[in-house]
Every structure is written in structure tokens, then in C-alpha cells.
Nanobody, 119 residues
């Protein structure tokens, strides 16, 4: 069972940057695809980005393409989400998730980190 711990959230201004981190433990890191999701108040959880840890291939939601970058450090069992040009609508709880690369179910979730973008 993979455990995920996020960090790096905070309060920033429109146009600022933040980098979120997600440290994974309890599994073989390169066997997993890891992703970031977000949930704003009153809205459904939505996909942000994901990365296949073994090969580094990525995918993004259209709303963050060109502004956010997901990456991983295999030696540190850590996935990052670099968020640039933040907008007020990026305000949400950001959650890290993991699934085996052979699975379609996001089975493991972190507790989330709050990102607030103030205008």
C-alpha cells in the first residue's frame, strides 16, 4: 500500500508560482503512475496532471497546459507540480494520487495541500 504525503501549498497572489511535492512510500516507485488532482469548494474533484514514473511521460488538463509542469525524482520517490502564472481559479485543495501503471483506478491518495490564489 502506497502512502502519499503532499507539501508546498500556500497563499499566493495572481501570477505567482508554487511548487507542490508528493513523497511516496511503501511501494516500488517506478511501478506507479502518479497524478495531481484538485478540488475547489462546491466543485467536483478534477484531474490536473499525471506522470508515469518509469518513463516520465506526462499528461495535463487543458486548463493548466503551458502553466503547470509535473515531474518526478526517482531517487527521492517524489513527484512535483510546478505551478506558474497562477490564477484565482486555481484555488483548491491539491491531492496527490497513485495507481499502478497497469491499472486504471487511482487507488492511493494523499490528504491534500491547500493552494489559495488571491487577486
Amino acid at each position: 500500500q502506497v502512502q502519499l504525503v503532499e507539501s508546498g501549498g500556500g497563499l499566493v497572489q495572481v501570477g505567482d508560482s508554487l511548487r507542490l511535492s508528493c513523497v511516496a512510500s511503501g511501494g516500488t516507485f517506478i511501478d506507479y503512475r502518479m497524478g495531481w488532482f484538485r478540488q475547489a469548494p462546491g466543485k467536483e474533484r478534477e484531474f490536473v496532471a499525471d506522470i508515469r514514473n518509469r518513463y516520465g511521460d506526462t499528461s495535463y488538463a487543458d486548463s493548466v497546459k503551458g502553466r503547470f509542469t509535473i515531474s518526478r525524482d526517482v531517487a527521492k520517490n517524489t513527484v512535483y507540480l510546478q505551478m506558474n502564472s497562477l490564477k484565482a481559479e486555481d484555488t483548491a485543495i491539491y491531492l496527490c494520487a497513485a495507481r499502478r501503471s497497469s491499472s486504471t483506478v487511482w487507488r492511493n491518495w494523499g490528504q491534500g495541500t491547500q493552494v489559495t490564489v488571491s487577486s
